[in-house]
């Protein structure tokens, strides 16, 4: 006789069965921010408060009220009186334009060895990597007026070896400060100094690529050069555009190196380029609001062509996927 319930038997528990715990609530919620707030604090009165000053200030002029030398200097509202005299100034065209053939030449020189040396040190097989980055970024560790100072010295007819074995041939010194090689010569500190920088982001970029796309290709067939000219370069390529935009924005910003070539040659004036025009502006004819306002000038110029840079490559890699 066999007796029947009419309850249903209860589920076997779960092994891995545990209480559901609530989430320790966090007894620092404010760690965050104090993290954050020394950077936050920084930014504001290095950065912003600065850009925001110089924006008031561009929209101002100085008016000297009484005469003599009892006269009193009021700062009074001029509107975009000093917008007008900065583009009316021929100094700004010309430094422009020395901007532009300076970067024509330091900008793709280099990336192009940039990548160079990113491309050869990801080679299979290369020994002393490590080395080699070093060595290539070294330079870079330099202060920028350190090395227009040794350069210069090397530039120099009466202190340069090159210039010493030009002339020991009997073709005489190299024109390094003259108007026909200045900007190579300002070109050359720039790329001595900016390769080891450009190339550490290029070469990060190619070390994040798997390796089994590689070894897919060595598979198929493909050499060592076709893999980096077909697989390697446009995979980096967001690597190049970040790099290419800070060069432009490291060419717009130009100064330390002028400036300290200026006492060794007559080629460099006051106003060679717009930094120095700023310069001049600023502490040695006392005109801050015409200094301010070259000052917001280039710097929606730099904001400008770093938007252009990076629209431009936007538009190229959407091409590339339709």
């Known amino acids: 006789m066999t007796v029947t319930s009419d309850r249903k038997a ?105 990548l160079l040396f990113a491309l050869l040190l990801d080679t299979p097989g290369v020994r002393a990597t490590k080395f080699g980055q070093t060595a290539i970024f070294i330079p870079y560790a330099v202060p920028g007026v350190i090395a227009a100072l040794l350069w210069g010295f090397m530039y120099l007819p009466s202190t340069s070896p090159f210039s010493y074995i030009t002339e020991a041939l009997g073709w005489g010194a190299i024109p390094f400060l003259e108007s026909s090689g200045i900007f190579g010569s300002l070109a050359n500190i720039a790329i001595w100094g900016g390769v080891g920088f450009n190339m550490i982001i290029i070469y990060t970029s190619l070390t994040s690529i798997p390796a089994e796309i590689y070894e897919a290709a060595r598979i198929d067939g493909a050499t060592e050069r076709q893999i980096a000219l077909r697989i390697k370069i446009p995979l980096v390529v967001p690597a190049l555009i970040l790099t290419g935009i800070f060069s432009v924005i490291g060419a717009l910003q130009l100064y330390g190196e002028p400036t300290t070539l200026k006492p060794m040659t007559d080629v460099i004036s006051q106003t060679w380029v717009p930094l120095m025009t700023i310069y001049r502006n600023a502490f040695l004819t006392d005109d801050l609001p015409g200094a301010a306002a070259l000052s917001v000038v280039l710097a929606l110029g730099t904001v400008i062509v770093s938007g252009l840079v990076m629209w431009l490559s936007n538009r190229r890699n959407k091409g590339e996927k339709s």
């Not at 008031?56 to 003599?68: D, V």
């Open 10 to 114: 209860a589920p076997p528990a779960r092994a891995d069965a545990s209480p559901t715990r609530k989430r320790p609530r966090s007894r620092t919620p404010f760690a965050p921010y104090l993290f954050v707030g020394p950077a936050v604090v920084l930014f504001v009165l290095f950065m912003l408060v600065p850009i925001i000053y110089a924006a008031y200030l561009s929209f101002t002029t100085y008016r000297i009220t009484g005469g003599g030398i009892l006269g009193k200097k009021t700062k009074v509202f001029a509107g975009w009186d000093n917008y007008v005299a900065v583009f009316a100034d021929p100094a700004l065209g010309s430094g422009f334009w020395h901007l532009a053939l300076y970067a024509v030449i330091a900008v793709p020189v280099t990336l192009g060895l940039a």
